[in-house]
Every structure is written in C-alpha cells, then in structure tokens.
C-alpha cells in the first residue's frame, strides 16, 4: 500500500514531467469539467443569467463577503 507521502512524490515526479503548457491545458480541462457537473445540477429551465448566477454562488460564495457578492452578481447577471 502507498501512503500519501510516497502518492506526493509521485505526483511531483508526473507533474513535473509535464511541461506548463500541458499543466495549464489540464488546468482548464478540470475546470470544464466541474463547470459541467455544476451546470447538470441546475434546473434545464434556467436563463443563462440564472446559470451564470448558480456557478458563481457554486465556485465562489464562500470567497466573498455578501455586499462583494450582490456587486458581482449584479454585473453578471445585470
């Protein structure tokens, strides 16, 4: 069995074998697809607005205060 300080290092060793450009493409990949499972939990009915309004509650509630985001909800879904 492996425990976690040996998972890490071989984590480091692929990631580091990775180039940025590959790191970033798999960045961008991960995050499309938390959008999608976020997106398949939200009501088919929903305007694009409502959805843009439930991912950024989803991703982003807890990193704002509820002034910050009522600001930033109104820009997205003014």
Known sequence: MVNKKETDLIYRKMMGKKTGEERMLMGFSMLDFARSIVLSSISKDASPKEQRKQ???RFYRDDF???EQDRILNR???
């Open 65 to 67: 205060k509820k002034e």
């Open 76 to 78: 997205l879904t003014g």
């Open 55 to 57: 991912l950024f509650l």
